[in-house]
């Protein structure tokens, strides 16, 4: 069973500050996902990794892939109130040798709370 | 374009009722996913289906539980005899393709949630 540990699980900081979370497995994914959910709604894609190493950028947010695909980051820089919501990652692993069926194994997630 | 749509949004039942959560899939999807989020946990999974077929219900509790996306009309998540660990958030993904999930252009997209509470 493959398995995402998410940390810190809950992160308090004041707007303005840089904060990193982290998503790590024992197992080596196709490819990782990160969401954004807030209270009441769907998770929200952010983006998705599929090489090891990569790093991508939407606005203050970074990602990184671990090199050997078993684990993430997602910094943020300059939070802001806005940024609150509970951010999770998912990993995704290939089931069958076919490559047609593909599920998603979440991490249970960082509650982020920036205050103003 | 609309997105996933469930409903309904919240639901009610007493122990030993039936829920049914409906979901239509974006339009022009094929493959649609349930996972289930339960109070301080992360959201698993539960079934993939495709149009009249379960692909993957390896998620799904051997009892109860049971999912269906026919040719025409939602997929349909179905409880019988709710208990209150029942009680959930379940949301309800789709994509158009059997392998979104390989490179950045192609995602699943998830609905907003049925939130069930058994009382």
């Known amino acids: 069973t493959q398995l995402l540990e998410q940390s810190p699980q809950f992160l308090s900081i004041q707007e303005g500050e840089n904060l990193t979370v982290y998503c790590n497995s024992s197992s080596v994914f196709s490819s990782l996902q990160w969401y954004r959910q807030e209270p009441g709604e769907g998770p929200v894609l952010l983006v998705t990794?599929?090489?090891?190493?990569e790093v991508k950028k939407l606005k203050r947010l970074t990602f990184q892939f671990g090199d050997a695909r078993k684990d993430s980051s997602l910094h943020i820089t300059a939070a802001q109130p806005g940024d609150t919501g509970l951010y999770l990652c998912a990993g995704v692993w290939l089931q069958n040798s076919g490559g047609s069926n593909y599920k998603l194994t979440f991490g249970k997630g960082t509650l982020l709370t920036v205050n103003p | 374009n609309a997105g996933v749509m469930q409903n309904p949004r919240h639901l009610v039942r007493r122990r030993g009722q039936e829920a049914r959560l409906r979901c239509s899939p974006m339009?022009?999807?094929?493959?649609v996913y349930w996972y289930r989020q339960l109070p301080e946990e992360g959201l698993k999974f539960m079934v993939y289906l495709q149009k009249e077929n379960i692909i993957d219900e390896s998620g799904m509790p051997k009892e109860r539980f049971s999912a269906e996306f026919p040719k025409e009309g939602p997929s349909i998540l179905r409880i019988q005899q709710v208990v209150r660990g029942d009680s959930a958030a379940y949301f309800c993904?789709?994509?158009?393709?059997?392998?979104?999930?390989?490179?950045?252009?192609?995602?699943?997209?998830f609905g907003e949630g049925s939130w069930l509470t058994v009382v």
């Open positions: 339009k022009g999807h094929s493959h």
């Open positions: 990794v599929v090489t090891g190493g």
């Open positions: 993904a789709s994509s158009p393709r059997a392998d979104p999930l390989l490179s950045p252009g192609n995602t699943i997209y």
